[in-house]
T-cell receptor, first 113, second 112 residues
Framework: SQTIHQWPATLVQPVGSPLSLECTVEGTSNPNLYWYRQAAGRGLQLLFYSVGIGQISSEVPQNLSASRPQDRQFILSSKKLLLSDSGFYLC????????????FGPGTRLTVT | AQKVTQAQTEISVVEKEDVTLDCVYETRDTTYYLFWYKQPPSGELVFLIRRNSFDEQNEISGRYSWNFQKSTSSFNFTITASQVVDSAVYFCAPFKGGKLIFGQGTELSVKP
């Protein structure tokens, strides 16, 4: 079965600093990959998704970006963090063998100070 | 436009009570998929179930059961004989346009 790794688990960064969150997956090939953010108040917001290497779709305008340099690696970045970027970031995958189910990683809790 | 509503923000029960979490998905689509996820305090979302809009049979898995009624757009989730380990936030999420649309979630607290 597939496994999703996210690091770091927690991160505290000052406003204006850069960001790089990494997600790697095991046990599956050519999955769809997703980045979600969960702000206080619980709702999950889809930020980016990728159907393949180098293919990124952005769901909402923001100062974040995503990249997929390898089939099993998905990176979320920012050049300058804002206070509003604080939240819980979840990486998810949809295996090629599944039509709709998404499976989530353990998440990264980001606090921007 | 589609709208998913989990009207119960928080529910608190005592262990061994049954509890039902409500979800209403308003859509004009005739075919769709609905998901339930559990988010324990650790934060990781756990996939519980996927149902198709054309299958209204109730489904039971251990202490969990799901009741889908297309006529009322409801996809309710019942936990029988709740346990402390069931304490979590539960999300209902329809699948639309290639992505999951999450409700605001219901926080369930099961007291010993």
């Amino acid at each position: 079965s597939q496994t999703i790794h996210q690091w770091p688990a927690t991160l505290v960064q000052p406003v204006g600093s850069p960001l790089s969150l990494e997600c790697t997956v095991e046990g599956t090939s050519n999955p769809n990959l997703y980045w979600y953010r969960q702000a206080a108040g619980r709702g999950l917001q889809l930020l980016f998704y990728s159907v393949g290497i180098g293919q990124i779709s952005s769901e909402v305008p923001q100062n974040l970006s995503a990249s997929r340099p390898q089939d099993r690696q998905f990176i979320l970045s920012s050049k300058k963090l804002l206070l509003s970027d604080s939240g819980f970031y979840l990486c998810a995958l949809k295996p090629q063998s599944k039509t709709y189910e998404q499976y989530f990683g353990p998440g990264t809790r980001l606090t921007v100070t | 436009a589609q709208k998913v509503t989990q009207a119960q923000t928080e529910i608190s029960v005592v262990e061994k009570e049954d509890v039902t979490l409500d979800c209403v998905y308003e859509t004009r689509d005739t075919t769709y998929y609905l998901f339930w996820y559990k988010q324990p305090p650790s934060g990781e979302l756990v996939f519980l179930i996927r149902r198709n809009s054309f299958d209204e049979q109730n489904e039971i898995s251990g202490r969990y059961s799901w009741n889908f009624q297309k006529s009322t757009s409801s996809f309710n989730f019942t936990i029988t004989a709740s346990q402390v380990v069931d304490s979590a936030v539960y999300f209902c999420a329809p699948f639309k346009g290639g992505k999951l649309i999450f409700g605001q979630g219901t926080e369930l607290s099961v007291k010993p």
